[in-house]
């Protein structure tokens, strides 16, 4: 599973592609407006850092709008996707821009048949939110499944990647995983708590303090 940090702050994104795992990024208006700046200049910033897919949200609301932003979005570097909001411009607009080669990701995917319909369109990336379908009673991944499981039944369909968004825990990322998602798109912090376990920390103890009785640095 490729792995998406769900981020617009430079250190976040800098410290994880430090690690060697990161594949892309996706932002967010509500991303971008925390670090105090605009979707062109932040994902030029990011696309310096990370080799990999990043996706720039559009603002406009109707489809013409979206293309001429997803246009201007797209050239500004090569790995750069379009994000559209799912609704029936979104799709307008998808179909135009994948025609031009250029990668949609449509976001706010709530159900199978927004996804069936994104992917339909030439969607690249559909992404589904888990998190806020479990926040309302419903179960995210239940629907990630059944998505994954309509796009695999057509050959049609089988470009459209799926991200699994909108992500709470690390539980999330791994039944993402179980299911054979395409990729996650992860928030730091959740990137953080996967890394680590106390019997790991634990164990890095007791073989630091080991280490100091082997180099003589406290005596026997
Ligand atoms: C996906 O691309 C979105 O940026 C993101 O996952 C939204 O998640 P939220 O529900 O935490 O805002």
């Given at each position: 599973?490729?792995?998406?940090?769900?981020?617009?702050?430079?250190?976040?994104?800098?410290?994880?592609?430090?690690?060697?795992?990161?594949?892309g990024?996706?932002?967010?208006?509500?991303?971008?407006a925390?670090?105090?700046?605009?979707?062109?200049?932040?994902?030029?910033?990011?696309?310096?850092?990370?080799?990999?897919?990043?996706?720039?949200?559009?603002?406009?609301?109707?489809?013409?709008?979206?293309?001429?932003?997803?246009?201007?979005?797209?050239?500004?570097?090569?790995?750069?996707?379009?994000k559209l909001?799912?609704?029936?411009?979104?799709l307008?607009?998808?179909?135009?821009?994948?025609?031009?080669?250029?990668?949609v990701?449509?976001?706010?995917?709530?159900?199978?048949?927004q996804?069936?319909?994104?992917?339909?369109?030439?969607?690249?990336?559909?992404s589904?939110?888990?998190?806020?379908?479990?926040?309302?009673?419903?179960?995210?991944?239940?629907?990630?499944?059944?998505?994954?499981q309509?796009?695999?039944?057509?050959?049609?369909?089988?470009?459209?990647?799926?991200?699994?968004?909108?992500?709470?825990?690390?539980?999330?990322?791994?039944e993402?995983?179980?299911?054979?998602?395409d990729?996650?798109?992860?928030?730091?912090?959740?990137?953080?708590?996967?890394?680590?376990?106390?019997?790991?920390?634990?164990?890095?103890a007791?073989?630091?303090a080991?280490?100091?009785?082997i180099?003589?640095?406290?005596?026997?």
């Amino acid at each position: 599973m490729k792995i998406f940090i769900d981020t617009a702050n430079l250190d976040m994104i800098r410290e994880i592609n430090s690690w060697g795992i990161l594949d892309g990024v996706t932002t967010n208006p509500s991303l971008i407006a925390k670090e105090n700046t605009d979707t062109p200049t932040r994902v030029r910033e990011i696309a310096k850092i990370v080799d990999g897919p990043i996706s720039a949200e559009c603002m406009a609301t109707d489809w013409e709008q979206m293309v001429t932003e997803g246009e201007k979005l797209a050239a500004i570097h090569p790995n750069i996707n379009v994000k559209l909001p799912m609704c029936v411009d979104s799709l307008k607009a998808t179909k135009i821009l994948a025609d031009k080669g250029i990668r949609v990701n449509m976001t706010l995917i709530f159900s199978s048949s927004q996804a069936l319909l994104a992917a339909k369109a030439g969607a690249r990336y559909v992404s589904p939110f888990i998190g806020r379908l479990d926040d309302i009673g419903a179960h995210g991944t239940d629907t990630l499944a059944e998505i994954l499981q309509i796009l695999r039944n057509y050959d049609q369909l089988s470009d459209t990647e799926v991200i699994a968004a909108s992500i709470r825990n690390p539980t999330h990322v791994l039944e993402a995983a179980e299911l054979g998602c395409d990729i996650a798109t992860i928030p730091y912090n959740i990137l953080k708590l996967m890394v680590s376990h106390p019997k790991t920390d634990e164990g890095i103890a007791k073989f630091k303090a080991g280490n100091q009785y082997i180099i003589g640095i406290i005596p026997k």
